[in-house]
């Protein structure tokens, strides 16, 4: 999904509404953020920011089922490095997997040899920007960074409309990771963007659990009402001479 040219204004603080209408456009045929990634990544070079995926135990269980990010960003990027503030997450992927360009630091304050020293395309975070405590001040910082100065950015966040989070709330309760700030939507995620430096140049809602619930509500549904989906996708481009 592209945004339209009468939104743009909004989302730069040019003008203002109240009740500003952002209108789903597109076919949002891309069912899982992954395959998402994995495509628009493809013989690219990619830095992938909080590379470890909080436990040992969970990153076996991804790779068992062909869902880890990482491996995937490997599998299909010409060149694929991470980064992590997880001392003890870095030494498990590069010592006990083996995995090539892992490395440890902050990414917004370090200089990391492997990662500061050269010219990425891609910057992925996935699942990462609804535990920063700034969204629009990291973005803008990374942005800014060596290396990162001309990375296009792809940025997956939890959707505050998924149908779940609805179903939950007729039942009186809020079901969320206690270390997340925020609940994304496109437009709010647009926003965010675009405050930091970044042009949005494509919008995406993507679906990547089963459904394990009765009544289910079948993927045909979700084909129909988009924006009930689990994911919002952003793929942005940093825009020359914003400071």
């Not at 628009?40 to 909080?50: E, F, T, W």
């Not at 960003?73 to 997880?86: H, K, P, Q, R, T």
């Not at 960074?145 to 409309?161: D, H, K, M, Y």
Request: charged share 25%.
């Amino acid at each position: 999904m592209q945004l339209d040219d009468d939104i743009l204004g909004f989302l730069r603080g040019e003008q203002f509404s109240s009740g500003c209408c952002l209108r789903l456009s597109g076919d949002f045929k891309e069912r899982s953020r992954l395959t998402y990634m994995q495509r628009v990544v493809k013989g690219a070079s990619v830095l992938h920011i909080g590379c470890v995926d909080h436990t040992p135990e969970k990153v076996r269980r991804k790779l068992a089922r062909g869902v880890w990010l990482h491996k995937l960003l490997m599998d299909s990027a010409e060149l694929c490095a991470g980064v992590d503030i997880n001392e003890s997450g870095v030494k498990y992927l590069s010592e006990d997997m083996g995995l090539p360009h892992i490395h440890c630091g902050d990414i917004l304050r370090d200089t990391i040899p492997g990662v500061n020293d050269r010219q990425w395309d891609f910057v992925v975070l996935g699942e990462l920007l609804e535990h920063t405590d700034n969204p629009v001040d990291f973005l803008a910082t990374l942005r800014s960074r060596p290396g990162l100065e001309r990375a296009a950015c792809i940025i997956t966040v939890p959707n505050a409309f998924y149908y779940k989070n609805f179903k939950k709330a007729l039942k009186q309760y809020e079901d969320i990771n206690s270390d997340h700030r925020y609940w994304f939507t496109p437009y709010t995620l647009a926003k965010v963007l675009t405050r930091a430096g970044y042009a949005v140049d494509d919008l995406q809602l993507t679906q990547d659990r089963a459904f394990k619930f009765f009544p289910p509500i079948p993927w045909f549904i979700l084909s129909r009402y988009p924006l009930l989906r689990s994911k919002v996708v952003a793929l942005a481009s940093p825009i020359p001479g914003r400071e």
